[in-house]
């Protein structure tokens, strides 16, 4: 099956569409249905990856305008194909979750729509094709925020829609500026990263380029100080809106700097390193005190996130393999916890319909098997080695570590201070005494909350304690990655900065 | 062998998780014993891997399974048992072992019995991968590990609620857990820092291979990266200044504190050193440091503990003075004589806590020694126990803690670091004083404890026979010193003394064994008898400086915890709401302003629109000549 | 007086069949209704249609790069796409005739052929590169379009008609003028003939401040006619007097055949690099698009936030012409092609809930308000709308989008950039008033108070206009590559 | 001093002028249209005068069309305002400003 | 001669025209405006545009004023109408600021010099001949749109003036909704 990838990015769409014709009654179990078969989809696609090559596989390319070198042009590499996974895992864990009861049949349709966008952005190789799923995300998370969120879900979904776009407008500008570049040197029109790839720009268009994309990727990831607009979307979304967000569209960003700055643009990229770790600095050490001084549990994950989106932009300016491959397995790993984290919260949000750590304490009492997966899914988050958070930070911590001893310290208190802020949660919820009656015979976990979280325990210890089926092929297409960087690099700067790893050469093609 | 070495490795593990199982039911005794006796298996194992070692010397080697393979980064989840490791393990299992027998009778009542066997099987799993492991960051995971399983333990009676410093001086165990994990975390930061400069200058984080290239490294770089791991070291040991997270983790059961916070887990700093001594070697100015934080530690802890009236407290600054010690042989490179000390304090500590434990059932979690007193009667078999413990503490011959602070204080002479031996000496005295405060005030004297009603009761015989080990070896490990040096010498380095030392050795055990029998019949004349308090020594600033110790938690919580949330709560409030925030909104509102605006323009009178008409024209007419006047 | 003799092949009476195909179709309805009065208006909107569509047959089938009659008729590819796009647009406004309401207009037999008529002059604004002749198919097009807008005989379609009417006359004074001033300088009514013209002369002494002057003039009346700030200002009233599908028809044919006489007379001058127009233009067309953003967001009513996007997007496209190049033209087209669909399909969803009597507002007849909670009543008009909205909005992948990432890459491709980012920024800006509405559909509650029967005015035909506009919209992804290819062989195919 | 053809364009400029000061300035709408008038005749006259000066003729036809647009305007002007006199029995355009914002 | 006539017609006209503008009487107003457009045909002779000077006298001076003076009867407006004028300054500001614009690039001698005539006519023939040849010829298409221009024209004014605009069918105010409606409502 050579179309395997379009299937997986369409699929959901037919079934969205077929589901308007699903009686209400049994819209859960097909939402179920196809988010799984969706998620099998994507293991087959895993099983049948060829995990030692590094390019793409499963490409296709079809005409879409090619007036203007617009194609229809998917693929994956061993650094999308996980988050491809993640993508539709989650969605299926989202859509097992789901305690929403009003309108459910909407809401299982508009994230399967919301499931063919994610899929597509990451499967995209062509750079329209990969704006196009990127802009219509929006829509249909804004139709989640708004419409189950809580009391202010208007002003956040319509803050979260317009600051996202404004950043990606921009972006669009240099993806032209680029196209007209392209077309300026070689005289065609195309709008494929793989061509892209081999165009060799001037320092300034870099630069500017570079800004420009930044701009967009910044907003979604989101960085510091355009992150203001995360708080008020996790704080009002239903909890499968927070998970989704969390765990698949900020990734967005991050994945853009990995499939797009670095390698359009490797001198800027190098040259701007400073400026870059500093706002993920800021994002790390600073959103963490934010996070601590926060009283929804809610708002402390979603601070939380963008934190720990610090590290990852961090890893990913590291230049090397190790930082990369790290971040773009921290990307998964914080997908996984976060999004996991943020379902925990909607566990007590469905019984309590509070998120107020003041309104908690004790749980642990009363809820012993939540507060065990809470406290796995903590001990992930900051960092414990062989949970998933580890790996990633760890490798995009030292990958950084190569271009700036100092400032890699200074992230590294993202160890610290995450600790700070997980633990107090973890204090003022599940711990001390119960200090308000009703909290004392709230229920345990049922059976369709299990359903989700412990697939997601599994997962975090599995790939904490084995990662390689998920480090290796990322470590190869990483591997190129760094290698092409290296080659396309022109300043003697970005030539030093970027190391390839010695075993590289010869796996690279 | 390697199979004995996962045997070893994994039983634990196998422990926990079966423990886990039965988290949520009723108590179960099945799970005690199980783990219990899987833990047994672990020091089997570790046993005969240690003989197995002595017989033949060579390390052996197991390579499980790769784990983060990225780049040029190949770390595997190696294992190797070597002397060092050997030794470590035959402790930790030892020393486990005793303590999940005991806790079947500490815990007896607990209704998370079930629970507690699975976080602590879990942690002696954590310090066999610290232990165990062939590289850094297999050290590391352990050392993580370590760290959760010491969290989880420490906060095991989570449900208690926070009190003040008055009431209780942790505030409450999960607070006192959480202290515990964030100023590890600090270190670990450190641990970390020092990974990545050995990674990156090194390739590798195997420690064959680190220390056999270790010569690529200029010196600085290797006196960074001493710095670094040390940094790591003094937050799992407890070293000023992050010790104040291990008298707090006196809030765990008792048992735990005789594991983690006595035994294993805080050695783990040492046992650090000990395992980077190729690269200690070559730096000693580190090295010297270390000795002299760890001298410090060893008296600043000492003082403290001689006036504390918490019984569990006590011990817990003990453990902190003797870890010093350890630092303290360690940096001046004695390594095999800090291994030793490590491992006879094992025993007699846990020894200690345990019967500290028993002391504590049998009066109800009281811990103020002031309400104890005069328990001899009724708990003869505890005071014998804890009686032994305390004189090998305080380094009487002929039990073990003699054999092993008598070689440090040798050392220390040995190196001519003369003020570092005269502290340490100091030190070794204090040591005897506050241990014997405590056996007298608790065991004789008057029976203050009847004032508040507590009857206690003397724990089960099979309890003291479980204990036995540790009270053997309490007495006769020092008699294996030769042996030991030996065994051990075989990995680390061999530690010669001079003549010099060797003619003064005589006057230096006499010397230091004076000032402890000087240190115990001081405690004995003053609480043996009975407690007299007198308050003006009480009220004197020396002793509330000591009892409130030295300030510290209260200058870091003055210093570093609520400026901390001050100053999040202005990042939040202050500059993320009304000012990234605002300018976010304030962009928004001024565009939404400018329609308002101009939409007053749009007034609806057709002679207005006329007039906007005739002005476009005139408008227009601008542009142009703006144009041409900026080309 | 000696005969004339012609040769009449030399006429290409043919560049003439689609405007005698549109004129003949109006005289037949004229007649009709002279001699049976009381026929129904659907034959009356069938004919038209039928007229529109052998017109447009007759439009395509034109060969390119002719001229005829005197040179006064140009066929180049620019006059077959803008006719094709104003005969399109009437087809898809005309069905909306057949509501289920009666409407004042429609019962006039008369409307229709004023329609027509309309038709014809917009035809020969786009068909022609005679100021004359443009001229007057200019003003037979106004007039009758003032008529249309009156004929819905409410009162604010009066004050509509009044206010576009009398600032229609002074722009077309100054059209007047400006023609003057460009006959003065060329002695050519003549495009062809004013370029040739303009280069013999470009570097006489003095001549920079008539031949900019007269283009001033002439930005001005175009400026009414597309409705650039600060010439819009009868735009929003007069969207809001008018009837729906009237104002949706405003936004595209009137602006489209006005935009098609720029492009001809701006692109004399941008050919002779004359810098200043185009600065003038962009300028404008900056402004405009800002403005109308900002205005647009504080709008109450929908009808008028429409209006308001209007004129934004023709500030927009108006940059796609300043930067003389194939792919801005083409560009525009484009965008103006997708548009058309885009924007009459929100306009007819406005008209399907027109009631008569106002319950909503005292004064709109589609205030926010009335769309609350529109999901819940028939969901499928407000996914229609919201994705109408968002293409409007340019959030892929629908049509819209498309045109905007084209007249983008056209500009970046001029190197504005800065142009380029203002404009993206103000798809920013506008994506919060396309959202409001999307908002109240989709996630506000519904308003009790009163106004339950939303569409009111459906009919059949309304909702096949609906679902052509809906099709367009969505798929636009597979036909834009034949399309724009398409539009850029005939645009290449005009010297543009 | 001959009369050039600058003479007649400045005057034609000027008529211009006042007809713009009168459509601004006027509120009655009838009035109004005078002025719109003024502004058609202004272009005529420019357009006669060119066409005179320089012996071409299609400035003349121009006029001439002009001529008849006015004419048409004026009918459907006038229409307009009656069907608007009739309905607020007014002509003054102050009166018309329910729609705005 | 013809200086001293176009001296005298061109102010005049200003005069005429100034109080079309100003004048606060209709009467007066529409009369300088006939006054007006008669000596602007007065000036089409002078410039030898016969043709065009009939047509202006016919069409404006006739036809148009004709149709004012009924309207202006209809509207009942022959008394003085209150204006509130906008504010002068503006007015002048406006007016005068154009004015400058518009002279500035009519007083341009480039306009009108070194043209040729492109468009003639047969020789020999006076203007109304010469007129009606080009009519015919080559603006025969606008010819023929003018005369669809002035259809349309006819019919809208038949239309807008008509009695059947008089109750509307768009708009129906809520207290006299018709019954079905009323019920659709509930």
């Known amino acids: ?509 | ?631 | 007086m000696a005969p004339i003799t012609i040769d009449f092949a030399s006429l290409n009476l043919m560049t003439l069949a689609p405007m005698l195909v549109v004129l003949f179709g109006a005289l037949v309805i004229l007649t009709i209704d002279l001699i049976k009065s009381d026929l129904d208006k659907t034959l009356y909107t069938t004919l038209t249609i039928l007229t529109l569509f052998i017109a447009l047959g007759a439009t395509l089938s034109l060969n390119i790069n002719e001229r005829g009659l005197f040179n006064t008729i140009l066929i180049d590819g620019v006059s077959v796409l803008g006719q094709a796009i104003i005969i399109i647009a009437s087809m898809l406004f005309i069905p909306l005739a057949l509501t289920k309401r009666k409407f004042h207009e429609f019962s006039y037999p008369e409307f229709f052929s004023l329609f027509l008529f309309m038709v014809f002059g917009f035809q020969f604004m786009a068909a022609s590169d005679n100021l004359i002749l443009i001229f007057v198919g200019l003003e037979t097009a106004s007039l009758a379009l003032y008529t249309l807008i009156a004929m819905h005989n409410t009162k604010l379609a009066h004050e509509a008609a009044i206010k576009y009417f009398t600032m229609g006359a002074m722009a077309s004074g100054f059209f007047a003028m400006g023609a003057a001033a460009i006959y003065g300088l060329t002695g050519s009514v003549e495009m062809d003939t004013i370029a040739k013209v303009f280069q013999e002369r470009l570097n006489d002494a003095g001549i920079l401040i008539p031949l900019i002057g007269g283009a001033l003039l002439m930005v001005v009346a175009i400026g009414f006619k597309v409705s650039l700030i600060p010439f819009h200002m009868w735009t929003p009233d007069t969207y809001e007097g008018a009837s729906a599908p009237m104002a949706g028809y405003m936004s595209i044919v009137p602006k489209i055949s006005m935009m098609v006489v720029a492009m001809r007379l701006f692109g004399i001058y941008l050919e002779l690099d004359i810098e200043i127009i185009q600065d003038v233009i962009i300028a404008l067309a900056v402004i405009t698009t800002t403005l109308a953003n900002m205005m647009a967001l504080v709008q109450e009513d929908v009808k008028r936030m429409l209006a308001y996007s209007s004129i934004s997007h023709a500030g927009f496209v108006l940059i796609a012409i300043a930067l003389d190049t194939t792919k801005g033209y083409s560009s525009f087209f484009l965008y103006y092609g997708l548009f058309m669909f885009t924007n009459l399909g929100a306009f007819t969803v406005l008209w399907v809930s027109r009631h008569k009597y106002n319950i909503h507002d005292e004064r709109f007849h589609h205030p926010y308000s009335k769309f609350a909670g529109m999901i819940h009543r028939s969901p499928i008009s407000a996914i229609i709308m919201a994705i109408f909205m968002l293409s409007l909005a340019g959030v892929p992948p629908f049509s819209l989008f498309w045109g905007k990432l084209y007249i983008l890459s056209a500009i970046v491709d001029s190197e504005w950039y800065i142009v380029a980012v203002i404009m993206a920024l103000n798809s920013a800006i506008a994506i919060y008033y396309y959202l409001k509405l999307i908002v109240y559909m989709f996630l506000k509650p519904e308003d009790i108070s009163g106004g339950k029967v939303v569409y009111a005015n459906r009919a059949l035909s309304l909702e096949i206009v609906i679902g052509i506009a809906a099709f367009v919209t969505v798929t636009s992804i597979f036909y834009i590559d034949p399309l724009l290819s398409f539009i850029t062989n005939l645009v290449g195919a005009s010297g543009y | 001093m001959t009369l050039t053809l600058t003479h007649y364009l400045v005057l034609s400029a000027i008529l211009f002028a006042i007809g713009i000061a009168g459509v601004v300035r006027r509120k009655n709408l009838l009035m109004l249209f005078f002025a719109t008038e003024i502004m058609l005749n202004a272009a005529n006259i420019a357009f006669a005068a060119i066409s005179a000066y320089i012996g071409d003729l299609s400035g003349q036809l121009f006029a001439l069309f002009i001529i008849a647009i006015a004419a048409s305007e004026v009918a459907v002007g006038l229409g307009l305002l009656i069907l608007i006199y009739k309905k607020y029995g007014t002509l003054d355009l102050d009166k018309f400003t329910v729609m705005k914002g | 001669m013809e200086t001293i006539a176009f001296y005298i017609f061109a102010i005049l006209i200003t005069g005429l025209f100034l109080v079309t503008v100003m004048s606060k009487n209709i009467l007066y107003s529409m009369s300088a405006l006939a006054a007006g457009m008669v000596l602007i045909s007065g000036l089409f002779f002078i410039l030898g545009a016969d043709f065009l000077g009939a047509v202006q006298l016919v069409v404006y001076s006739g036809a148009v004023m004709a149709l004012y003076a009924f309207g202006m009867m209809f509207f009942d407006a022959t008394r003085n109408v209150k204006e509130k004028n906008s504010s002068g300054t503006l007015v002048f500001l406006l007016s005068g600021l154009s004015a400058v614009v518009l002279v500035a690039i009519f007083a341009a001698p480039s306009i009108g010099a070194n043209i040729k005539p492109l468009v003639t006519g047969a020789k020999g023939l006076d203007n109304p001949h010469v007129i009606g040849e080009v009519l015919f010829t080559k603006y025969l298409i606008p010819f023929e749109v003018a005369a669809v221009m002035l259809l349309v024209a006819m019919i809208a004014g038949i239309i807008l003036a008509s009695k059947k605009m008089d109750k509307s069918l768009s708009e129906v105010y809520i207290d006299t909704l018709p019954e079905e409606e009323l019920k659709e409502q509930k």
């Open chain 1, 1 to 509: 099956m050579s179309n395997i990838l379009t299937v997986l990015i369409f699929f959901p769409l037919v079934a969205g569409l077929f589901g308007f014709m699903v009686n209400q009654k049994s819209i859960r179990a097909y939402g179920i249905a196809v988010a799984a078969a969706e998620f099998l989809l994507s293991l087959w696609l895993w099983m049948s990856f060829d995990t030692s090559a590094a390019g793409m596989q499963f490409v296709e390319k079809l005409p879409l305008i090619p007036e203007f070198g617009i194609n229809y042009y998917i693929g994956v590499d061993g650094i999308s194909l996980f988050i491809v996974i993640m993508s539709t895992l989650m969605t299926l864990i989202g859509i097992v979750a789901l305690s929403i009861k009003e309108n459910l049949k909407n809401m299982i349709i508009t994230l399967l729509f919301l499931e063919v966008t994610m899929v597509g952005v990451f499967a995209s190789l062509d750079v329209i094709l990969f704006y196009l799923f990127w802009e219509f995300s929006l829509v249909p998370m804004l139709y989640i925020i708004g419409a189950w969120g809580g009391p202010k879900k208007l002003y956040a979904a319509v803050k979260f829609f317009i600051y996202t776009f404004a950043g990606s407008l921009v972006m669009l500008i240099g993806i032209l500026a680029f196209a007209y570049l392209y077309h300026s040197q070689t005289g065609t029109w195309s709008f494929s990263l793989t061509d892209w790839y081999a165009l060799l720009l001037p320092f300034d268009a870099q630069t500017w380029l570079f800004w420009a994309f930044f701009l967009g990727f910044a907003i979604k990831v989101p960085m510091f100080p355009f992150h203001t607009w995360l708080p008020y979307a996790h704080g009002q979304a239903p909890t499968v809106g927070s998970v989704i967000l969390a765990a698949v569209l900020l990734k967005m960003g991050t994945y853009g700097f990995v499939r797009f700055s670095l390698p359009l643009f490797p001198d800027a990229s190098v040259a701007y390193i400073v400026p870059v770790a500093i706002i993920s600095l800021i994002m790390v050490v600073y959103t963490a005190m934010v996070a601590y001084a926060q009283k929804d549990i809610k708002q402390v994950i979603a601070y939380s996130s963008i934190s720990h989106m610090g590290v990852i932009v961090l890893g990913t300016f590291a230049m090397n393999v190790e930082g990369i491959a790290g971040s773009v397995f921290l990307m998964l790993s914080h997908g996984i916890v976060s999004g996991a984290l943020f379902l925990l919260v909607g566990v007590i949000y469905d019984r309590k319909h509070t998120k107020m750590m003041d309104q908690f304490g004790g749980l642990a009492y009363s809820m012993p098997t939540y507060a065990t997966i809470f406290g796995i899914m903590t001990m992930a988050a900051v960092g414990l080695p062989l949970t998933i958070g580890f790996v990633g930070e760890y490798l995009s911590l030292a990958g950084f570590f190569k271009v700036s001893p100092v400032l890699t310290v200074i992230a590294g208190t993202s160890i610290i201070l995450g600790a700070v802020y997980m633990l107090t949660v973890l204090k003022k919820t599940f711990f001390g005494p119960i200090t308000h009656e009703e909290n004392k015979h709230l229920p345990d976990l049922d059976g369709k909350e299990l359903w989700a979280l412990v697939p997601l325990v599994a997962i975090v210890v599995w790939l904490g304690v084995y990662p390689k089926p998920v480090l290796g092929p990322i470590d190869n297409s990483t591997k190129a990655l760094v290698q092409l960087m290296h080659e396309k690099a022109q300043t003697d700067l970005a030539k030093q900065t970027i190391s390839v790893s010695k075993n590289s050469a010869k796996e690279a093609k």
């Open chain 2, 1 to 631: 062998m390697e199979n004995l070495l996962y045997i070893a490795l994994f039983a634990p593990l196998v422990s926990s998780l079966f423990a886990a199982l039965f988290a949520q039911s009723q108590k179960n005794l099945l799970v005690g014993i199980v783990a219990s006796l899987l833990i047994g298996v672990s020091f089997v194992a570790s046993a005969t891997l240690l003989l197995e070692l002595a017989q033949n010397p060579k390390a052996i080697h197991a390579n499980l399974m790769d784990w983060i393979v990225v780049g040029d980064m190949d770390v595997r989840f190696g294992f190797t048992v070597d002397q060092v490791t050997a030794v470590m393990m035959t402790v930790v299992t030892l020393v486990s072992t005793v303590v999940h027998i005991y806790s079947n009778y500490y815990m007896e009542h607990d209704r998370s019995y079930n629970r507690f066997f699975s976080y602590l099987s879990a942690f002696v799993f954590s310090m066999m991968v610290l232990v165990m492991s062939d590289n850094f960051l297999g050290l590391f995971i352990g050392w993580e590990g370590v760290g959760v399983c010491s969290w989880l333990l420490v906060g095991f009676w989570y449900h208690k609620k926070d009190e003040t410093r008055d009431v209780n001086p942790s505030i409450s165990p999960s607070w006192a857990a959480n202290e515990a994990f964030i100023m590890n975390r600090i270190a670990d930061l450190g641990l970390l820092v020092g990974i990545f400069m050995i990674y990156w200058n090194l390739g590798t984080l195997r420690y064959e291979e680190v220390f056999a290239h270790l010569d690529q490294l200029s010196h600085g770089l290797m006196v960074a990266i001493g710095i670094a791991l040390f940094i790591g070291a003094m937050g799992k040991s407890a070293q000023f200044p992050l010790h104040t997270w291990l008298a707090d983790a006196m809030e765990g059961p008792t048992p735990v504190s005789a594991l983690i916070h006595a035994a294993t887990m805080v050695t783990a700093g040492v046992y650090l050193v000990i395992r980077a001594n190729p690269l200690y070697s070559t730096i000693p100015e580190v090295g010297y440091g270390i000795a002299v934080l760890g001298t410090f530690v060893a008296i600043f802890a000492a003082s403290m503990a001689l006036v504390n009236r918490d019984l569990k407290r006590v011990i817990a600054y003990s453990t902190l003075s003797q870890l010093g010690y350890m630092f303290a042989a360690a940096g001046l490179g004695a390594y095999w004589v800090a291994l030793f000390h490590l491992a006879a304090h094992a025993f007699f500590k846990a020894l200690l806590f345990l019967g500290a434990g028993n002391v504590m059932h049998a009066m109800h979690d009281e811990l103020d020694m002031f309400k104890m007193g005069g328990l001899k009667k009724e708990m003869g078999k505890t005071f014998l126990y804890m009686g032994l413990a305390s004189l090998a503490l305080s380094g009487i011959y002929p039990l073990a803690g003699f054999f092993s602070k008598d070689t440090i204080l040798e050392v220390a002479f040995n190196e001519h670091t003369y003020g570092i031996w005269f502290v340490l000496w100091l030190t070794a005295g204090m040591t005897a004083f506050y241990s014997f405060r405590q056996v007298f005030l608790v065991f004789l004297g008057d029976e203050r404890y009847k004032k508040y009603g507590i009857h206690p009761h003397e724990a089960y015989n099979w309890v003291f026979i479980a204990l036995a080990p540790l009270a053997i070896l309490a007495v006769i490990f020092g008699f294996w010193k030769e042996e030991f040096m030996h065994f051990a010498t075989q990995m680390l380095p061999v530690y010669e003394m001079s003549e010099h030392t060797h003619h003064m050795v005589w006057i230096l055990i006499i010397v230091t064994t004076a000032i402890a029998v000087s240190g115990i019949l001081l405690a004995y004349f003053k609480y043996a008898k009975g407690l007299k308090r007198d308050p003006k020594v009480e009220n004197s600033f020396a002793y509330r400086l000591l009892s409130n110790q030295y300030y510290i938690p209260i200058l870091y919580e003055n210093a570093v915890s609520k400026p901390y949330a001050d100053l999040s709560n202005i990042a939040w409030q202050a500059i993320d709401m009304k000012v990234v925030d605002a300018t976010v909104d304030g962009i928004a509102k001024t565009i939404e302003k400018g329609g308002d605006v101009s939409r007053q323009a749009q007034d609806g009178n057709l002679s207005s629109y006329l007039k906007w008409l005739t002005a476009g024209l005139i408008l227009v007419t601008l542009i142009a000549v703006a144009s041409v006047a900026i080309k």
